[in-house]
C-alpha cells in the first residue's frame, strides 16, 4: 500500500522517490542473501551514501542535503521497509557524525565533507560490557601523555565495529559521573584499536554489532570533540536525535510487515474465501495498520519540533518507545496472518519479527525510554 505522505517540499517527494528506487534496485534484490549469509553491505552503502543519503539532515554549507529531519526520517522508513540494517546504518552514520558537527573545532569541522560525503562511515562507542543503561558510568579511560590521549577499555554493542571508519569514543577522562567524560574521534586504523569477532545476533545478521578493545590507542589532543568533560551530554543530546532514527527503522519494519501480511491475506484461500475476508485476519490486519499509523505520527510530531528548535527529546523518547514496541506486535502478528508459512525463511516475516526485537534495545532500551518519559513527569 503506499503510504500518503505531505512533504514540505517538491524536492522532498523526488527525494523520496529516488529512495524508492534505490530501495527497489539495490536493496531489495541483495537483502535475503545478505542476512541468510551474514554478508556486511558495504558496496551497498557506498551506493546509498553516494547517492547523498548520508548527510541528508546537516546543512549543504557542511556537505550535507539540508533537508528536515521530518523527511530524512522518511527516507529512513523506507530504506528500513526493504533492509533494516541499510537502515540502520544510516541512521547510525547520522548519529555518528553529530559530535563534530555541533561541537567540533573549527578545524574538525572541515572534515565534515569527507563524514557526510557517503564513502566514509562511523560508529558511536558508548555503551560497555558493564554499562549500557547506567552509561553515566563508563570505564573507558583517556590519560593525557604529551601530544595524545591513550586510550583504554572495552567498548561494546558497537554498530560497523570493525567495518567503520571512524570512532566516536565516550571515555573518561576526569573523576566519575557525568562530568568526567570527554568524547575523541579516533580513525578505525589507528594501532591499539582492536575490533573483536562480530556478535552472533538473533537478527541484523548482515551487520552485527562487535566490541572494540582500546589497548594503549594514542590519539592526538586536537581530536578532542568539544569541552573536556562535555562528552555526557553530547551523547545524549546526539541519542535524543538518534532515537528518532530508530523509531523510523521501526515505522519502516513494521509498514512492511503490514504490507505483506495484507497481500497475503488477499492471495490466500481457506473455507473457498479470502482470508482477509474473515474478521479475525481482516481486524487484526486493521489493527496492526492503525499502529503504524500511530507510530509515525507521533515521530513526525516529534521530528517537527526538533525542526522547530524546540525541546523534542521526551517526544523523542515516546516515539522510539511506542514505535518500536509497534514493530514488534506488527511483525509478531503477521507472522499469526501466514500461519505456518511466517514461521519459514521462505517469507520475511520471520526475520522481520526477529529484526523488531533489537529495536526495543538498541539506542537506549524501551525501559530507559520509559525513565526518560517518566522524569519528565514526574521532576517537571
Ligand atoms: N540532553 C542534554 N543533556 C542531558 C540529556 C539530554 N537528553 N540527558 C541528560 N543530560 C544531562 C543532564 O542535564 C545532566 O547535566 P548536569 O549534570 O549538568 O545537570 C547530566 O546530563 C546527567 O544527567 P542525568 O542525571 O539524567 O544522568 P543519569 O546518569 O541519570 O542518566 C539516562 C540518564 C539513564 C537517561 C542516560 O544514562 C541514558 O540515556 N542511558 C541509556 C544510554 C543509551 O541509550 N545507551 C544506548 C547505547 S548508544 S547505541
Keep these: 500500500m503506499t503510504v ?70 522518511q527516507v529512513l522508513e523506507i530504506l528500513a521497509g526493504s533492509w533494516l540494517a541499510v537502515a540502520e546504518a544510516v541512521s547510525v552514520h547520522t548519529l555518528s557524525c553529530y559530535p563534530v558537527w555541533a561541537y567540533g573545532s573549527e578545524r574538525q569541522r572541515k572534515s565534515l565533507p569527507d563524514l557526510l ?77 582492536l575490533p573483536q569477532a562480530p556478535e552472533r545476533t538473533m537478527g541484523l545478521r548482515s551487520s552485527p554489532p562487535a566490541q572494540i578493545v582500546f589497548d594503549g590507542a594514542r590519539v592526538p589532543l586536537d581530536r578532542l570533540v568539544g569541552e573536556e568533560g562535555a562528552g555526557f551530554r553530547i551523547a545524549m543530546q546526539a541519542l535524543d536525535a538518534g532515537r528518532l532514527g530508530i523509531a523510523a527503522c521501526a515505522v ?56 522547530a528548535g524546540r525541546p523534542f527529546s521526551v517526544e523523542a523518547a515516546k516515539a522510539k518507545l511506542f514505535a518500536t514496541d509497534a514493530a514488534m506486535r506488527v511483525t509478531t502478528d503477521a507472522i499469526q496472518v501466514l500461519g505456518g508459512a511466517g514461521y519459514v525463511s521462505d517469507h520475511p516475516v520471520e526475520r522481520w519479527f526477529r529484526e523488531a526485537k533489537v529495536l526495543q534495545i538498541v539506542e537506549g532500551t524501551n525501559q530507559i525510554q520509559r525513565l526518560v518519559i517518566s522524569r519528565s513527569l514526574t521532576r517537571g
Design 117 to 193: 560525503g557517503g564513502d566514509l562511515l562511523g560508529a558511536y562507542c558508548l555503551s560497555e560490557p558493564q554499562g549500557g543503561s547506567d552509561a553515566a558510568a563508563l570505564t573507558t579511560r583517556a590519560r593525557r601523555d604529551g601530544e595524545d590521549w591513550v586510550l583504554s577499555g572495552t567498548k561494546a554493542w558497537i554498530t560497523h565495529g570493525g567495518q567503520a571508519d571512524f570512532y566516536n569514543v565516550f571515555c573518561r577522562t576526569g573523576g566519575p559521573g557525568p562530568s568526567g567524560i570527554s568524547c575523541v574521534l579516533a580513525d578505525a586504523d589507528t594501532p591499539g584499536i
Design 252 to 307: 519502516g519494519l513494521a509498514q512492511a510487515a503490514v504490507d505483506y501480511a495484507a497481500g497475503y491475506a488477499r492471495e490466500r484461500t481457506q473455507f473457498g474465501r479470502a482470508i482477509g475476508e474473515f474478521q479475525g485476519v481482516g481486524f487484526l490486519l486493521a489493527d496492526m495498520a492503525t499502529q503504524v499509523s500511530a507510530a509515525r505520527a507521533l515521530l513526525l510530531h516529534a521530528a517537527r519540533l526538533k525542526d
Design 4 to 73: 500518503e505522505r505531505i512533504l514540505p517540499t517538491d524536492e522532498a517527494y523526488e527525494l523520496l522517490g529516488l529512495t524508492r528506487e534505490i530501495a527497489a534496485g539495490e536493496l531489495a534484490p541483495r537483502v535475503a542473501r545478505h542476512e541468510a549469509e551474514g554478508l556486511f553491505p558495504r558496496d551497498v552503502l557506498r551506493t546509498v551514501g553516494r547517492a547523498g543519503l548520508f548527510g541528508l539532515p546537516y546543512p549543504e554549507a557542511d556537505g550535507g542535503a539540508g533537508q528536515p529531519y521530518e523527511v530524512y526520517l
